[in-house]
């Protein structure tokens, strides 16, 4: 089953087409890309939408009530944490 990823940030233009492109490139390394169809957009499109997506990787803050379904994406961004972050996305793609 194909799992449905979101990207999402604050405008869904700047930093979440980073993040896409990043990821893209990290789902065709490790032969996942058949594994997840990728969707990108702002977090006030998607937040009544959370639940109609697997995994949610975020680069801008999120409510208190989402947080625990959203993995931060600012790893893409810094380089920090990257691994960390890429095994819980992974985790949640082999679910």
Known sequence: MTKKLLIMCGTGVATST???????????ENGLEDKVTLHQSKISDELNRIDDYDIIVSTTIVPDDIRDKVIDGVPLLTGMGLDEMYDRIEGKINQ
């Open 18 to 28: 980073v993040v896409t492109g990043k990821m893209k490139t990290w789902l065709e």
